[in-house]
């Protein structure tokens, strides 16, 4: 698929987006009811009301959108390409659902042409559900990697991914060793990294399936190529939290393992972080490492409710994650959807409920959008509409099924819309998604 660009081209239609955290600035978003969006050359060139487009540009024309909602791309900040044919796989905690079904179905991606058509279907579901940049789980197989960032280049993706490192506890036909795992990252960082829209994540799949020896590969990978990513699992189930400190006594908890490998940096991403002491909090802090919010996988697989207000507190940055196949939809707004809900279910366990702050509208979409590139320090490329930013965006129709249209009709202000759309959105209210400027063509 190859990539042109529109000179300029303007899009009316009614604009949101984020400048800031909405729970810091009062005044952190900015919505356009009646706005025009000019992009050229795949960048954001300007947002302003129509009024004023119409007064300094009287003769132009433009693509209407009158009456949808145009927002940024979403961001997915944990996610497994891979894992996507075993969605919905029934019945098990963590470390009893990864041998069940997880590594069964990573054994097919040694076959590259099956990597290949699962990367495909892949990404044509995100863009279907309005996701535009996503980190990425590859399999132990460097070709599935390739196969990956192939398809994301057709697409003109901003995609992060890696190959994952895997070197015991695991199936045979996944294993490699430290050396081969070093000697294989580095290759396809060398190969794929900043090439066009595309970026690499050293991916050490936990510490249980890593042996020391391979955790600090991993860390050499980060010294020598100080811009790429660390995506991993951290505290996801008390079982692999136990598990870890067994295997790695000498270390003072799950998150000190990281640590004694020189992973923790500020191009950290850490999955799930459910179950952390309070001396963790403070080392995620101290190295602003990110945090992947990924709330329909922990409910799915019973591993509990993350702490978002802790993170919040301690101004540690955060995305959510669908974690595609635990995680049970490829939907950002179904995953706000049940975010809403771990923060809601928190008061159950909380000495003092009150204390506790239900997750809001503004910020569920800051998180899926501006939040999200924050957490992977994509916010100079990506998140919202600033001139000179990266112009993939979506366009939702507020009206796409019966039931969101009257609960939108008896909404009176746009915190109420949003948070409707939050709870009853999916890919239907998805109308068009725009990679670059251009529409995509699934």
Same mark, same amino acid.
């Given at each position: 698929?190859?990539?042109?660009?529109?000179?300029? $081209? !303007?899009?009316?239609?009614? +604009?949101?987006?984020?400048?800031?955290?909405?729970?810091?600035?009062?005044?952190?978003?900015?919505?356009?009811?009646?706005?025009?969006?000019? /992009?050229?050359?795949?960048?954001? $060139?300007?947002?302003?009301? #129509?009024?004023?487009?119409?007064?300094?540009?009287?003769?132009?024309? #433009?693509?209407? @959108?009158?009456?949808?909602?145009?927002?940024? %791309?979403?961001?997915?900040?944990? &996610?497994?390409?891979?894992?996507?044919?075993?969605?919905?796989?029934?019945?098990?905690?963590?470390?009893?659902?990864?041998?069940? @079904?997880?590594?069964?179905?990573?054994?097919?991606?040694?076959?590259?042409?099956?990597?290949?058509?699962?990367?495909?279907?892949?990404? $044509?579901?995100?863009?279907?559900? %309005?996701?535009?940049?996503?980190?990425?789980?590859?399999?132990?197989?460097?070709?599935?990697?390739?196969? #990956?960032?192939?398809?994301?280049?057709?697409?003109?993706?901003?995609? &992060?991914?890696?190959?994952?490192?895997?070197?015991?506890?695991?199936? =045979?036909?996944?294993?490699?060793?430290?050396?081969?795992?070093?000697? =294989?990252?580095?290759?396809?960082?060398?190969?794929?990294?900043?090439?066009?829209?595309?970026?690499?994540?050293?991916?050490?799949?936990?510490?249980?399936?890593?042996?020391?020896?391979?955790?600090?590969?991993?860390?050499?990978?980060?010294?020598? #190529?100080?811009?790429? @990513? *660390? !995506?991993?699992?951290?505290?996801?189930?008390?079982?692999?939290?136990?598990?870890?400190?067994?295997?790695?006594?000498?270390?003072?908890?799950?998150?000190?393992?990281?640590?004694?490998?020189?992973?923790?940096?500020?191009?950290? /991403?850490?999955?799930?972080?459910? !179950?952390?002491?309070?001396?963790?909090?403070?080392?995620?802090?101290?190295?602003?490492?990110?945090?992947?919010?990924?709330?329909?996988?922990?409910?799915?697989?019973?591993?509990?409710?993350?702490?978002?207000?802790?993170?919040?507190?301690?101004?540690?940055?955060?995305?959510?994650?669908?974690?595609?196949?635990?995680?049970?939809?490829?939907?950002?707004?179904?995953?706000?959807?049940?975010?809403?809900?771990?923060?809601?279910?928190?008061?159950? @366990?909380?000495?003092?409920?009150?204390?506790?702050?239900?997750?809001?509208?503004?910020?569920?979409?800051?998180?899926?959008?501006?939040?999200?590139?924050?957490?992977?320090?994509?916010?100079?490329?990506? %998140?919202?509409?600033?001139?000179?930013?990266?112009?993939?965006?979506?366009?939702?129709?507020?009206?796409?099924?019966?039931?969101?249209?009257?609960?939108?009709?008896?909404? +009176?202000? *746009?915190?109420?819309?949003?948070?409707?759309?939050?709870?009853?959105?999916?890919?239907?209210?998805?109308?068009?998604?725009?990679?670059?400027?251009?529409?995509?063509?699934?």
């Amino acid at each position: 698929m190859s990539t042109t660009f529109a000179q300029e $081209k !303007h899009i009316r239609a009614s +604009f949101f987006h984020f400048m800031e955290d909405p729970n810091i600035e009062s005044e952190a978003y900015q919505f356009i009811e009646h706005g025009i969006l000019t /992009v050229e050359n795949g960048k954001v $060139k300007s947002l302003t009301t #129509f009024e004023a487009f119409q007064t300094s540009h009287p003769d132009a024309t #433009f693509e209407d @959108y009158s009456g949808k909602l145009i927002m940024p %791309g979403f961001v997915d900040t944990h &996610i497994h390409y891979p894992q996507t044919e075993m969605i919905a796989a029934h019945g098990e905690e963590l470390l009893e659902w990864l041998n069940t @079904y997880t590594f069964p179905t990573e054994i097919k991606f040694k076959d590259k042409n099956h990597a290949s058509e699962v990367a495909d279907f892949f990404l $044509k579901q995100l863009l279907k559900n %309005g996701t535009t940049t996503a980190l990425v789980f590859g399999t132990v197989h460097p070709q599935s990697v390739d196969a #990956f960032f192939e398809k994301a280049k057709q697409f003109n993706l901003r995609m &992060i991914c890696g190959k994952v490192m895997m070197d015991r506890n695991a199936p =045979d036909e996944l294993l490699d060793t430290a050396k081969s795992s070093y000697e =294989d990252s580095k290759k396809l960082i060398e190969k794929w990294h900043k090439k066009e829209r595309l970026l690499y994540a050293v991916t050490p799949r936990f510490a249980i399936t890593s042996s020391p020896e391979q955790l600090q590969e991993a860390g050499r990978l980060l010294k020598e #190529f100080p811009d790429v @990513y *660390l !995506h991993t699992h951290l505290s996801e189930n008390k079982a692999e939290v136990e598990f870890t400190k067994a295997l790695f006594p000498e270390s003072n908890g799950y998150l000190d393992v990281y640590q004694q490998a020189n992973l923790l940096q500020k191009r950290a /991403v850490f999955a799930h972080a459910i !179950h952390l002491e309070e001396d963790e909090w403070e080392q995620l802090k101290q190295h602003d490492c990110s945090l992947a919010f990924c709330p329909t996988s922990n409910l799915f697989l019973g591993s509990g409710l993350f702490n978002l207000q802790k993170a919040e507190e301690l101004n540690i940055r955060v995305g959510v994650g669908t974690d595609v196949g635990a995680g049970t939809s490829f939907s950002i707004l179904q995953t706000l959807n049940e975010a809403y809900k771990v923060t809601q279910l928190r008061k159950a @366990y909380a000495k003092n409920p009150s204390d506790i702050k239900p997750l809001s509208a503004l910020k569920s979409f800051y998180l899926a959008t501006l939040g999200g590139a924050k957490a992977l320090h994509l916010d100079h490329a990506i %998140g919202n509409f600033e001139t000179g930013k990266e112009a993939d965006f979506i366009v939702i129709d507020w009206k796409a099924t019966d039931l969101l249209k009257l609960r939108i009709e008896n909404s +009176f202000t *746009l915190e109420e819309k949003l948070f409707a759309l939050q709870i009853l959105g999916d890919d239907r209210v998805i109308e068009e998604t725009f990679i670059m400027g251009n529409p995509v063509k699934l």
